[in-house]
């Protein structure tokens, strides 16, 4: 068979197998292989139809190095579940010692494959060549996504290997950990997923509080996702977020032994027998279970899954939740849907419109912020929508007052002692549990700051390994995660930390609250100028790349790109806002004034005046 070359550049042999129509092609669905058909030649990284299956193809008899390798690395995108066609290319000591799901590492190109010259290799029966490329993430055993850069130079080395019928062909006996691929194929085969766990009580003690966080996996998309992402969850959350979650499930809970595969039914309804572990969970108890799973795989399979019945060791019932029922005991997002959009004005004042996508007019807000006695320059509304914080004119005060007609306001709880409207204080977050977040970006005294129901002392929150100054502060509605825009000497970034708090797992600092693990979100972007929430894990943002553009684009929080449309483009952004539930538009601060973004739709102007359009928290 020819051979060409990828878009990396590396040659790309015909090891790539598909079957091309049910009965005769593999498809999602079709309940076996097919006994049929003719195979054809494709390439990993052009499969036009996410559901078909792709399989790669075994050595050929007196496959020459090169083309072992190259089969090899074809092998590591095919949808083999087990990866039994990769191993047929190692020789039997490396098949049993490689662990194809310890990591993935994913390049920007190849791998590409070079030669390494010392010698007759013909005589010394050897060879060896180097796989290069340049590194864009990491994908770990818990498989947790996370950018990464930097060179990537591994070696793989070959040998002459005797087979089981005496003859001798050319195998891999020496091989880099995990798997590595190049990030058209990466996106070819895996999808991120969120998993859900519970945040503990943000308030750092009494009972925890049911509100799921998703925690977003990368998992191989046609090798049974369902199966995979429920012993995903039944094992535990990723290793950043697990601080701050816990599951319902009993520590050692898993599938029951025997079980390979979980498959809905014609009526979206999924059976998961369990181990002992946890038999003799209560019904509350294990609605929760049900619950993570529920929401775990709520958009993984084409229609859907409508019921979960989790089972006992047994066999027998142990409970059934459905989805429409699930939120009845657990918190998913934001716990109502937002009434209204807001915004100030062009007389300085807090404004409101319905966030349904209404034609109305804004009307100032009830209460104090919205009479216009007090200029304000940013404003953010608490999640019940029954309280506002803005900050004023100069950066310098942060008030809180009611939404209510007849509010009084009283005395700033908040100042800074920033001199220029370019420092003071950012516009303010609110959690879930109603305290307000907010950074005072004083030159010689930036510091992130929390005051609990939006009052009384405000408490400094650490921010152990944070180098430069906040610029924005936006808190998830979950309240353990906080997304910070952090500007140093040469750029702004986009970082995601988590809130751990004194009583939750023996966490936080002298403060009792602090943000740990600070990672990188958008590191594609030279400069972030403004984001918002904008789903369970999803954030967007606006910024440019080196040298480009300003470009509206989604972030997943663990750094990765989401498959999907960018919003719409807009010229002369300066914030932007969206909300936690994705049916509501996107609003936007640009040079035409307020704008907003319905789904399927493009930018429309609200009012030609007005700055910080903010959703609820």
């Not at 799921?212 to 996702?225: G, K, L, T």
């Not at 977050?429 to 939006?454: F, I, Q, T, Y």
Request: glycine content about 10%; aromatic content about 6%; overall charge negative.
């Amino acid at each position: 068979m020819g051979a060409d070359r990828d878009r990396g550049g590396r040659r790309r042999p015909a090891h790539m197998m598909v079957y091309a129509a049910c009965g005769t092609v593999l498809l999602a669905g079709c309940a076996s292989m097919p006994d049929g058909g003719d195979l054809r030649d494709v390439e990993a990284s052009q499969r036009p139809d996410a559901q078909v299956r792709v399989f790669a193809m075994p050595p050929r008899e007196n496959a020459q190095p090169e083309e072992i390798v190259q089969g090899f690395l074809e092998a590591l995108t095919s949808d083999d579940p087990e990866f039994e066609t990769a191993r047929k290319y190692l020789t039997d000591k490396a098949s049993k010692e490689w662990r194809p799901n310890e990591s993935t590492t994913v390049l920007a190109d190849g791998p590409n494959t070079v030669a390494q010259h010392s010698g007759s290799r013909e005589a010394t029966g050897d060879y060896a060549y180097s796989l290069i490329g340049t590194k864009v993430a990491t994908v770990d055993s818990q498989f947790a996504y996370e950018p990464a850069e930097g060179a990537y130079d591994k070696t793989v080395h070959l040998t002459e290997h005797k087979e089981a019928d005496g003859s001798k062909e050319w195998r891999i006996d020496a091989l880099p950990p995990g798997l590595v691929m190049g990030m058209s194929d990466f996106q070819r085969n895996y999808e991120s997923v969120n998993k859900y766990y519970f945040a503990l009580n943000a308030d750092g003690g009494g009972e925890d509080q049911l509100a799921a966080v998703a925690d977003p996996v990368y998992v191989r998309e046609q090798v049974d996702p369902v199966t995979q992402m429920v012993r995903s969850v039944l094992k535990g959350p990723t290793r950043w977020l697990e601080p701050v979650v816990r599951s319902s499930f009993p520590t050692g809970t898993a599938l029951k032994k025997g079980v390979r595969s979980l498959t809905p039914d014609d009526q979206n309804r999924l059976k998961v027998p369990l181990n002992g572990r946890a038999d003799r969970v209560g019904q509350s108890v294990c609605r929760e279970m049900a619950a993570q799973i529920l929401f775990t795989l709520q958009n993984l399979t084409p229609t859907g899954i409508d019921e979960v019945e989790l089972q006992r060791s047994d066999g027998t019932q142990s409970c059934v939740l459905r989805g429409d029922r699930a939120e009845i005991y657990v918190a998913h997002g934001p716990a109502r849907r937002a009434e209204y959009e807001y915004f100030i004005d062009g007389e300085k004042r807090l404004v409101r419109i319905p966030g349904a996508g209404s034609e109305q007019q804004p009307e100032p807000v009830p209460g104090a912020l919205g009479d216009g006695g007090k200029e304000l320059r940013a404003a953010a509304v608490s999640r019940d929508e029954d309280t506002a914080a803005g900050v004023s004119l100069d950066g310098r005060s942060l008030y809180v007052g009611s939404l209510a007609s007849g509010g009084s306001l009283g005395e700033a709880v908040l100042r800074s002692s920033a001199t220029s409207q370019d420092d003071g204080l950012t516009t303010p977050s609110w959690d879930a549990s109603g305290d307000l977040w907010v950074a005072d970006r004083g030159p010689k005294d930036s510091r992130l700051l929390l005051l609990k129901e939006g009052g009384g002392d405000p408490l400094e929150v650490a921010t152990p390994g944070l180098e430069g100054r906040i610029e924005a502060v936006r808190v998830a509605a979950d309240g353990v995660r906080i997304a910070l825009m952090v500007r140093d000497d040469e750029r702004t970034s986009l970082l995601m930390g988590r809130i751990e708090r004194a009583d939750a797992k023996g966490a936080g600092a002298s403060s009792g609250v602090a943000i740990r693990e600070l990672r990188s979100v958008a590191p594609q972007l030279e400069e972030v100028t403004a984001m918002s929430w904008a789903g369970d894990s999803r954030l967007v943002v606006v910024g440019r790349e080196a040298r480009g553009v300003q470009q509206i684009q989604y972030v997943q929080v663990d750094g990765s790109t989401p498959v999907g449309p960018a919003p719409s483009a807009l010229t002369g952004v300066k914030e932007i806002a969206a909300s936690e539930d994705e049916r509501l538009p996107l609003v936007a601060h640009s040079e035409d004034g307020i704008v907003r973004l319905s789904s399927g739709s493009q930018w429309q102007t609200v009012v030609k005046k007005g700055m910080s359009p903010v959703y609820p928290g």
